[in-house]
């Protein structure tokens, strides 16, 4: 049974870089037939798509985000992640990882627990 | 840019049948999921590729997609239900969510 976990500070000061990690336990985050992806969630708000990763490297970003954000793969340790460049308030979420299908169908069928980051100063 | 609209809350009667749509443009061609979020918790994918069902999740969940609009629907609903349910697609290499729609059970 695979399983997520993210991990990161809770605490990020404006302008600053938030960087999380998520690792991946049961499963294998090089196997083909999954991407991987973050997801965030503001307060009492709804979800908004961060971006998606292939093992090999390839990077899929949404365009709002895209020149603040890098998300990376590191196979050795089975894990991957976050960083998002020059946070304001309007970052603070709750930040989930999760399993993303490869196939067409392109669903999310595990996430981890979420981190929440809050931007303040 | 493309966009998946949902209504932002549906009552239903326990035991009724609760549908909730997602609606965008050739919707149809493309393939909607679902996900459930209960307070406090992470999201459930109920159905993915239009109108498939993960393992453990209950027979009462089903789905359709067609045109413009996909449909999640929840037969028998049961008070267990009463969550966030958000429609997902791909397109243009991007994941789209819909706005959310909270579903209450009363």
């Known amino acids: 049974q695979v399983q997520l976990q993210e991990s990161g500070p809770g605490l990020v000061k404006p302008s600053e870089t938030l960087s999380l990690t998520c690792t991946v336990s049961?499963?294998?985050?090089?196997?083909?037939?999954?991407?991987w992806g973050w997801i965030r969630q503001p307060p009492g708000k709804g979800l908004e798509w961060i971006g998606t990763?292939?093992?090999?490297?390839?990077?899929y970003y949404n365009p709002s985000l895209k020149s603040r954000v890098t998300i990376s793969v590191d196979t050795s340790k089975n894990q991957l992640s976050l960083k998002l460049s020059s946070v304001t308030a309007t970052d603070t979420a709750m930040y989930y990882c999760?399993?993303?299908?490869?196939?067409?169908?392109?669903?999310?069928?595990?996430w981890g627990q979420g981190t929440m980051v809050t931007v303040s100063s | 840019s493309y966009e998946l609209t949902q209504p932002p809350s549906v009552s239903v009667s326990p035991g009724q049948t609760a549908s909730i749509t997602c609606s965008g443009d050739k919707l149809g061609d493309k393939y909607a999921c679902w996900y459930q979020q209960k307070p406090g918790q992470s999201p459930v994918l109920v159905i993915y590729q239009d109108s498939k069902r993960p393992s453990g999740i209950p027979e009462r969940f089903s789905g359709s997609n067609s045109g413009n609009t996909a449909t999640l629907t929840i037969s028998g609903t049961q008070a267990m239900d009463e969550a966030d349910y958000y429609c997902q697609a791909w397109d243009s290499s991007t994941v789209l969510f819909g706005g959310g729609t909270n579903l209450t059970v009363l």
């Open positions: 990763i292939y093992y090999s490297g390839s990077t």
């Open positions: 049961g499963g294998s985050i090089s196997s083909s037939s999954y991407f």
């Open positions: 999760a399993r993303q299908y490869s196939s067409s169908s392109k669903a999310l069928d595990v």
